[in-house]
């Protein structure tokens, strides 16, 4: 009895771990007010929060760090402390509405965001699978934790050639701020780079391996199909250079992959090639486009918020519309 106790006390301490880790993808659900009334409270300009240790990306040009703080109820609901609401009645509301259990296990995080941001909030409380952060003191958007279009069983499948995907949707610019910065230094990939995961699954490919998609990646001529300062990388083999990749959740039996160049050399003086993403079928690339899309949920690549492809179940990228 006591070695089947054990294996399940270990598993609920992981599951409670995880569940208080802020680090993933959090999906918009819904706004609640404490009062009832949700009409004065502006929708998220984000739909989907990813987070990577203590960096927070909200948007492709909004980016910053959360780091984790003492709770105080008087700091958080100071409006409604003022209003004479007691502690215990704002845990019953949200409670009642959300599920959500405002005790000593809550999680107070604290945002400090770049200057390009216009988020509105800064400060979130983490319960269980909830992310919640208060609006005017009164009002709240919660965000469920999502799996990005992961499967528990995605790293046994065998579309991925062994690899754990990365999450949809995959914002360029909170990629290279909250995961590609930690790759490289000096123009060199670090032999041991920090977790990214789960929003980032980031693979080398080294010329030595043998991973299919590892030699599919380094194999391929980039230069052909238009990417940029590619002349390195036609193929990235050949100039023994080691692409840095992403693969994104399969549609169907169609892989995304994004494809960068991190290796710019001592003092930066090697021009790296542009960045792509392939489509792979059949173990095959099918299709490449060279622009820096976001890539949402549906497969459509968008450059700032103007959607110009997507990707089908044929392994083509469909032009949607001129740049």
Request: contains cysteine; proline residues 5%; hydrophobic residues 35%.
């Amino acid at each position: 009895m006591q070695k089947l106790i054990l294996p399940a006390l270990l598993a609920a301490a992981a599951s409670a771990a995880i569940a208080s880790e802020p680090s993933g993808s959090w999906k918009f659900e819904r706004i609640v007010d404490y009062h009832g009334d949700t009409k004065g409270v502006p929708p998220p300009k984000t739909q989907v929060i990813q987070i990577v240790g203590e960096r927070v990306g909200l948007a492709s040009n909004c980016n910053g760090k959360i780091r984790k703080d003492r709770y105080f109820f008087s700091r958080v609901f100071q409006p409604l402390v003022k209003e004479g609401v007691s502690e215990q009645e704002v845990g019953s509301f949200l409670s009642k509405q959300l599920n959500f259990k405002l005790d000593n296990e809550v999680g107070y995080f604290k945002t400090v965001k770049d200057a390009s941001c216009d988020e509105q909030f800064s400060n979130a409380l983490l319960a269980d699978d909830t992310l919640l952060l208060p609006y005017a003191g009164t009002s709240f958007y919660t965000y469920r934790r999502s799996n990005g279009g992961v499967e528990a069983g995605n790293a046994s499948d065998a579309r991925y050639f062994g690899h754990t995907p990365s999450q949809l949707p995959f914002r360029l610019g909170s990629y290279l701020s909250l995961c590609a910065d930690q790759l490289a230094a000096d123009g060199k990939l670090l032999e041991k780079s920090p977790s990214c995961g789960p929003v980032y699954q980031p693979a080398v490919a080294r010329k030595a391996s043998t991973n299919k998609l590892d030699q599919l990646v380094g194999s391929h001529d980039y230069k052909k199909l238009g990417a940029s300062h590619a002349d390195d990388y036609a193929p990235p083999f050949a100039s023994n250079l080691r692409p840095v990749y992403l693969v994104l959740p399969a549609l169907k039996d169609v892989l995304l992959v994004r494809v960068d160049d991190f290796e710019a050399g001592p003092g930066g003086k090697r021009d790296v090639m542009s960045g792509a993403w392939l489509a792979v079928k059949g173990g095959q690339v099918t299709d490449q486009i060279n622009e820096g899309c976001d890539f949402d949920e549906q497969y459509v690549c968008s450059v700032d918020g103007k959607n110009i492809y997507q990707l089908t179940d044929a392994g083509k990228f469909k032009r949607l519309r001129s740049n």
